[in-house]
């Protein structure tokens, strides 16, 4: 760097005061914010539990940024919330909400329900819907716990538009317990997975957010 150059790099006074810092930041902070999301969406694609936390914490802080106020940025820190919810799904210790009785699951459909307008497909729509109900009572028959299942099904029937005829199938399930029953393993965990994922490859397909990647 020449003498010339080096005293307009450290002269504040050679910056272009025409500069919008702001919308700088704010450009800058949605492309963060995108990049992080589409390695959220790959680690939790690969089921690489330690990444997809250590990027959700990630994406937390840079969703603060309150120059960011796109619906977009909204929309992607509810399908953060909802991979979060699933990611621990089997763990019906762990806590999203203020009612301890609500698993991670259970907390999922509800993010899940407030997703519809991301959603093209309305058939994957509802299969993911059905498959969060089946999982969510699913996982509590593989711990052996009969009665948080019966809760679990009280509770979607209280809240969301549970389908009679699954309700009838998983309360006999439930009062059998039934763990291994074709229907549960026709609606697995890995199929939830798989429907997610295809959900996943849809939603970036219509909404790019690797500018950073390009």
């Known amino acids: 760097m020449d003498s010339a150059n080096k005293e307009m790099a450290s002269d504040p006074s050679s910056t272009d005061e025409n500069v919008d ?3 700088v930041t704010a450009v800058a902070s949605g ?3 995108d990049f992080t999301f589409v390695s959220l969406c790959r680690s939790f694609k690969e089921g690489n539990f330690d990444e997809f936390n250590e990027t959700l914490s990630v994406f937390q802080a840079l969703s603060q940024c309150k120059s960011l106020k ?6 992607k820190s509810l399908i953060c919330a909802f991979l979060a919810r699933v990611m ?3 763990q019906l ?3 999203f909400e203020e009612d301890e009785s609500v698993m991670p699951l259970m907390s999922a459909a509800t993010v899940w329900s407030s997703l519809e307008h991301a959603v093209e497909d309305e058939s994957l729509f509802e299969n993911i819907t059905v498959l969060l109900f089946v999982q969510a009572v699913a996982v509590c028959l593989d711990e052996g716990q009969r009665s948080s299942a019966s809760s679990v099904l009280k509770w979607f029937e209280n809240r969301h538009k549970f389908p009679r005829k ?3 199938k998983l309360t006999t399930i439930v009062t059998k317990m039934e763990t291994y029953h ?3 393993m026709s609606f697995s965990f890995n199929r939830l997975l798989e429907t997610i994922h295809s959900f996943l490859d849809n939603y970036l397909e219509k909404n790019p957010s690797d500018f950073l990647l390009r």
């Open 31 to 33: 492309w963060m914010l």
């Open 93 to 95: 210790d762990v806590l």
């Open 88 to 90: 621990h799904g089997k």
């Open 182 to 184: 074709p229907f549960l």
């Open 70 to 75: 796109a619906a977009a940025h909204t929309e």
């Open 21 to 23: 810092f702001a919308h």
């Open 166 to 168: 699954l309700g009838v």
